[in-house]
């Protein structure tokens, strides 16, 4: 019985910590912030760089104009494949190499689409983040460009239903 008790008084100042200041348990000033409460302001006020508005504006554009050479080759591919016959028949065969010409027509559009999302990808790797007015300017850049790109494609499945393809 003894031992034990001795060992006891022994090991037991071991288990103590040595006096000191401990921490406040008082609120921090950051818990008295309520995370609900939006934020009144962006972080980065700043307006678009002109550099990002002239790449964007050129994809845009570049966007724009493939759209116009799209257009003149899916009519064509269009009006061949109302004239076109059963499967495998000559004139099938004509339809679906202009659909295949309609699809690279698209190449400027889906081009500018991926040069976009790019620019945007580049930025949060290199600049960790993107600041709201840059942000702007590139989600409606893309939006335009993903518009023309989603006519586009909608008119190529429209055509490629009708030759059973």
Same mark, same amino acid.
């Given at each position: 019985?003894?031992?034990?008790?001795?060992?006891?008084?022994?090991?037991?100042?071991?288990?103590?910590?040595?006096?000191?200041?401990?921490?406040?348990? &008082?609120?921090?000033?950051?818990?008295?912030?309520?995370?609900?409460?939006?934020?009144?302001?962006?972080?980065?006020?700043?307006?678009?760089?002109?550099?990002?508005?002239?790449?964007?504006?050129?994809?845009?554009?570049?966007?724009?104009?493939?759209?116009?050479?799209?257009?003149?080759?899916?009519?064509?591919?269009?009006?061949?494949?109302?004239?076109?016959?059963?499967?495998?028949?000559?004139?099938?065969?004509?339809?679906?190499?202009?659909?295949?010409?309609?699809?690279?027509? *698209?190449?400027?559009?889906?081009?500018?689409?991926?040069?976009?999302?790019?620019?945007?990808?580049?930025?949060?790797?290199?600049? *960790?983040?993107?600041?709201?007015?840059?942000?702007?300017?590139? &989600?409606?850049?893309?939006?335009?460009?993903?518009?023309?790109?989603?006519?586009?494609?909608?008119?190529?499945?429209?055509?490629?239903?009708?030759?059973?393809?």
């Amino acid at each position: 019985m003894r031992t034990p008790l001795i060992l006891t008084v022994f090991l037991l100042p071991g288990c103590s910590a040595p006096g000191g200041p401990y921490p406040s348990l &008082q609120p921090r000033a950051s818990e008295a912030i309520d995370p609900r409460v939006p934020v009144a302001r962006p972080m980065n006020e700043r307006p678009v760089t002109a550099a990002l508005a002239a790449r964007l504006a050129g994809l845009v554009s570049e966007a724009e104009t493939g759209n116009a050479a799209f257009d003149g080759a899916a009519s064509a591919a269009e009006r061949l494949v109302g004239a076109a016959g059963g499967p495998q028949s000559e004139g099938w065969i004509t339809a679906q190499e202009a659909v295949t010409a309609a699809i690279a027509a *698209r190449k400027p559009t889906s081009e500018a689409l991926g040069d976009i999302d790019e620019i945007a990808a580049n930025a949060l790797q290199t600049q *960790r983040g993107i600041a709201p007015n840059d942000l702007a300017a590139i &989600q409606s850049a893309a939006a335009r460009v993903s518009a023309l790109d989603e006519r586009q494609a909608a008119r190529i499945d429209a055509m490629q239903r009708r030759l059973g393809i």
